[in-house]
């Protein structure tokens, strides 16, 4: 189980989906990273942090049986790798769905929801989970 | 690149299992002992000792391993530098790979590898936490994911992009129970059919419990030395004449493509150059099954058949005995048992053993050159060695 401060200092990304945009290529990286991996060196100094807009569409998915600490998840559980709509890939939970529903390029949000619990009286740690988008729009209207 | 040739003098290797009367010492130490007498040499020959071990600080609570193997071998009184390897899935490929090395720059002339995990003093539970210490902690496992759910992702995927069935997945467990009841060694030597893996319970969907390799206890070693000496302790020394390693992203999600395992293409492409051989040149091969999508990754990426093509060629029979390359003749990850640290140093022995002609109701006819590929997380570290009949 992680400690608090180890979940902590992640929440700038955990709760507001801050990334990095390297303003050396333009590429989104999330989660955040210190040195753009394609740039290196040229990316020093050019990485900003940058909150993304939390859609994307699911590239990859499974409904996850066995092999959780089951203090903390309610099996079964839906586990996808999203496209998000800036072009960085993120592994997350995908709720209040069924996992027949589902389906490569379905649409999804992101949203904030309990990851874990440190025992019944401990520290809840929170971050994003995935919602599928029913009949919502990701394009802006005024596009 | 002025190396000396490298050869393989003898292997040892302990029966896979939930072996509950054998702590992990009594493992590495049975494995050590086979192969030292298998070369026939004495242990004041022994220069070094390098051990493939992901994490018994965590499923035994016990570090420091590589010192312990070497004490308890007897080697404590010769001093002997002894070094742990580290590289999740991959740590047993990984310190072959440094014996190897050691050898090869002349630095040591006799050096025993050996690998080894004991799984299952801890619950399945915690053992599958601690599998999953090999993916993204932050950004991976901490969102929720298991290390067979990650494999799932790219199972879904393959399927998706190339229509592989979910039968084909099956076929690979088949295959595999089939060629680890030939192995005496093996955890399952009980042959399976595909109703066995579609009627298991799910995992992560696609992925049911036969599609992934089991907790195992156990452990491998082999002793290595030039092969200019190699003929005064084998009869049939076995030359390593390639050895790949390439890393990848840590998390699945940053992968150019999760349906290609990228280190697994650049590790093969660094051994062959190094063997001077080609993809058909090779006869059997132990890869890294440690779900079914893998072997299907494995074999597409090692080259042996095209992107997409893996599944099907499982399906037609192309990996088996009277296939183009035998693979995972000793049953593989799945059959033969994955105690983590020892897996690829296994992979070594059952290749040597087969270009021994020692392979018995498994011997694949006239094998000549042999490959072994071994895989960290989900690609984030693997090693290739290609071998070959001296």
Known sequence: ?143 | MSMRRVAVIGTGITEFGELWDSSFRKLGIGAGLAAVEDARISADLIDAMYVGNMSAGRFIRQEHVAALIADYSGLARDHIPATRVEAAGASGGLALRQGFLAVASGLHDIVVVGGAEKMTDVSDMESSMIQSSADDQEWETELGATFASLHALIATRHMHNYGTTREQLADVAVKNHSHGSLNPKAQFRRKIDRNVVLKSPIVASPLRMFDCAPSSDGAAAVVLCPLDAARKYAETPVEITGSGQASDTLALHNRKDICTMGATKVAAERAFKMAELAQKDVDVAEVHDNFTISEILAVEDLGFFPKGQGGKATEEGRTSFEGDVAVNTSGGLKARGDPIGATGVAQAVEIVTQLRGKADKRQVKDADVGLTQNVGGTGATVVVHIFRRA
């Open chain 1, 1 to 143: 189980m992680a400690t608090a401060p180890r979940f902590w200092r992640e929440n700038p990304s955990r709760y507001n989906l801050v990334g990095f945009k390297c303003n050396s290529c333009g590429k989104y990286n999330f989660p955040p990273r210190i040195i753009c991996p394609s740039c290196r060196r040229k990316s020093v100094g050019k990485m900003e942090p940058v909150k993304l807009k939390g859609t994307g569409v699911i590239f990859s998915f499974t409904e996850v049986h066995e092999g959780m600490d089951e203090q903390n998840v309610q099996k079964p559980y839906v586990v996808a790798m999203v496209e998000m709509d800036e072009g960085a890939k993120i592994t997350g939970q995908v709720i209040d769905c069924d996992a027949c529903d589902l389906a490569i390029g379905t649409k999804v949000r992101t949203t904030l929801r309990k990851l874990s619990e440190e025992g019944s009286a401990g520290v809840i740690h929170y971050g994003y989970k995935f919602i599928p988008i029913c009949g919502e729009s990701t394009v802006s209207p005024d596009k």
